[in-house]
Nanobody, 121 residues
């Protein structure tokens, strides 16, 4: 049974930083697609970033250059370092695991419960 638990969300002002963590059990962060996705009110769910098979990070254009995805295999934990946050980054952020074409939301079979990120201007 794959289980994903996010933490690290919160409220920050624009320009601030947050680091999200995702504790993974039932699979390893070095296997398949491990990604971060977000869902803002009134918008579609959005792929943010992913690592494939423990490497090859990819980012969506809105976050490229500001967010960094990483993993710690020893702790079996996925991270998302978010810098220079903008109000438009406000959303519920989800950690997810799956396989296939990682930027495609449908690639993710397992999702955490989410952690809220709120960025004020």
């Amino acid at each position: 049974q794959v289980h994903l638990v996010e933490s690290g969300g919160g409220s920050v002002q624009a320009g601030g930083s947050l680091r999200l963590s995702c504790a993974v059990s039932g699979t390893t962060v070095s296997r398949g697609c491990m990604g971060w996705l977000r869902h803002a009110p009134g918008k579609e769910r959005e792929w943010v970033a992913n690592i494939f098979s423990g490497s090859y990070p990819h980012y969506s254009d809105p976050v490229k250059g500001r967010f960094t995805i990483s993993q710690d295999s020893a702790k079996n934990t996925l991270y998302l370092q978010m810098n220079n946050l903008k109000p438009e980054d406000t959303a519920m952020y989800f950690c997810a695991a799956g396989s296939g074409f990682c930027p495609d939301i449908s690639a993710y079979d397992y999702w955490g419960q989410g952690t809220q990120v709120t960025v004020s201007s």
